[in-house]
Nanobody, 117 residues
Framework: QVHLVESGGGLVQPGGSLKLSCVASGFTFSNYFMSWYRQVPGKERELVARISSGGSSINYVDSVKGRFTISRDNPKNTVYLQMNSLKPEDTAVYYC??????????WGQGTQVTVSS
């Protein structure tokens, strides 16, 4: 059974940092593209960052470039999102996603990130 378990969310002041983790199980992690999405109430889920199966290809949404870093540790079946210089507009539920093709697309349960003074 597939599981994606996110952790690391919380409340942080503007300008602060958080590191999200997503531990995967139930599939061959090293074969999957991994992504972080975020969603605020009333809006569509937004792709934040994506990393290829081997880690050689990385993409970010423009609003987080230079502040967020996605990385992965394949032996640990874990993907990370280091978030620095956080802004109130980064407040959202952050979701981990695994993409192995149309029939192999999985989501975690989400972790809340709140940026507020």
């Amino acid at each position: 059974q597939v599981h994606l378990v996110e952790s690391g969310g919380g409340l942080v002041q503007p300008g602060g940092s958080l590191k999200l983790s997503c531990v995967a199980s139930g599939f061959t992690f090293s074969n999957y593209f991994m992504s972080w999405y975020r969603q605020v109430p009333g809006k569509e889920r937004e792709l934040v960052a994506r990393i290829s199966s081997g880690g050689s290809s990385i993409n970010y949404v423009d609003s987080v470039k230079g502040r967020f870093t996605i990385s992965r540790d394949n032996p640990k079946n874990t993907v990370y999102l280091q978030m620095n210089s956080l802004k109130p507009e980064d407040t959202a539920v952050y979701y981990c996603n695994a993409d192995g093709g149309p029939e192999y697309y999985y989501w975690g349960q989400g972790t809340q990130v709140t940026v507020s003074s």
